[in-house]
């Protein structure tokens, strides 16, 4: 066999020899080739099986039921290949804390956006709320609502007016107040043509707006809604004075009653006697009567007066209230005892003294008389 090959091979021309070893060599060449590039990718797979590129996945914890809000104690992270994670699969707690779920999601899940709400605007109504806030509605009328012009997401003054049968006062009770919503009323009144035709018409006014507050400011609206009117007053995007000096205004109406003057204090009365009417001229007008003086005595030491003692006046006996004296008949009347340099105390004593033994004579007197009539 080999011989034949030989033979073969001395047969062939050079220019066919030339072409056969450069085919044996390309063949060489191509084995050689494939031989290290499957030894190559060997070791590659080898690398690949001790090094294998993982990631941190948020998984839920527990069943977290549709339109709840995730707290860190239903989650928990989990390190999967990065080739498994889902597409959008959340890598962090703080992602999606505090975020209401769109779907179910069942322990073991892993959280992707498309299962939560990425958006605020996925949450509805309550997204816009602040969260120190609460939404709080009263009702409005195109007056009051500053004709339609306040739209959601403006901020306005609420002011509260109350009337009375005089007068009328307004407070602003709340400043640079948020407004949510304002609700139109779109109801329509039927109208009957001449042609017999009914049509309605619609009504777009304002009914109901909504603001948001803080507690306790929610506290202050409803209550002041029911003592009078609440107006809206619209502020500017970027106010100047982002808060009123004056909070408060009267204004009193000109058809109040005046208030009543006060009457006017009455002259003193006059210690002078009334002039009769219809007196003749010249006749002589009533005289006051004489004031009487009471008696003093003044003690004077060298050229001072050291004390000022009024002298008491006796009691005056009437004549009816005495026994009448006869004639012939002489009372022992003892006279009274001059004062001396005595103390006007000793006198006023003695002076006392004086008058009831005048008084004692005198019945004394009487007493005997009788006896020898």
Do not use: C, W
């Amino acid at each position: 066999m080999l011989q034949k090959i030989m033979n073969k091979l001395n047969d062939l021309r050079p220019r066919q020899l030339l072409m056969l070893a450069g085919g044996a060599a390309l063949i060489m060449f191509l084995v050689i080739y494939s031989a290290m590039k499957f030894l190559q990718e060997d070791e590659a797979a080898k690398q690949a099986e001790k090094k294998v590129q993982t990631v941190q996945v948020v998984v839920a914890k527990v069943n977290i039921p549709s339109r709840t809000r995730i707290q860190e104690t239903m989650l928990q992270l989990k390190e999967m290949p990065v080739d498994l994670a889902p597409e959008g699969s959340i890598k962090s707690f703080k992602d999606v804390l505090d975020v209401q779920v769109k779907v179910s999601i069942f322990a073991g899940d892993i959280l992707t956006i498309q299962k939560v709400f990425a958006e605020k605007s996925d949450e509805g109504f309550i997204a816009t709320i602040p969260l120190d806030s609460r939404a709080v509605s009263i009702s409005v009328n195109d007056i009051t609502s500053v004709a339609g012009f306040a739209k959601p997401g403006d901020f306005v003054d609420l002011l509260l007016v109350e009337k009375s049968q005089y007068s009328a006062t307004t407070t602003v009770i709340l400043q640079n107040v948020q407004l949510l919503s304002i609700n139109k009323d779109m109801t329509g009144t039927n109208v009957v043509s001449d042609t017999g035709v009914t049509t309605t018409t619609a009504i777009n006014n304002p009914s109901i707006a909504t603001f948001a507050l803080r507690p306790d400011d929610v506290l202050k609206l409803v209550s002041a809604s029911k003592l009078g009117e609440i107006y809206m007053s619209l502020r500017p995007s970027k106010p100047r004075n982002m808060y009123a000096g004056e909070t408060e205004y009267t204004i009193e109406s000109i058809n109040a009653p005046k208030p009543e003057p006060e009457p006017e204090p009455a002259p003193p009365e006059s210690s002078l006697p009334a002039i009769p009417s219809g007196m003749a001229p010249g006749m002589p007008l009533p005289q006051l009567p004489a004031v009487p003086t009471t008696p003093k005595i003044e003690i004077i030491q060298g050229d001072q007066i050291t004390q000022e003692t009024e002298i008491p006046t006796p009691a005056v006996i009437q004549p009816s209230s005495l026994p009448v004296i006869p004639s012939g008949v002489q009372a022992n009347v003892p006279s009274p005892p001059v004062a001396s340099g005595h103390s006007a105390q000793n006198f006023q004593s003695n002076a006392a003294d004086s008058i009831q033994n005048q008084a004692l004579s005198n019945s004394r007197v009487a007493q005997s008389f009788a006896m020898n009539n």
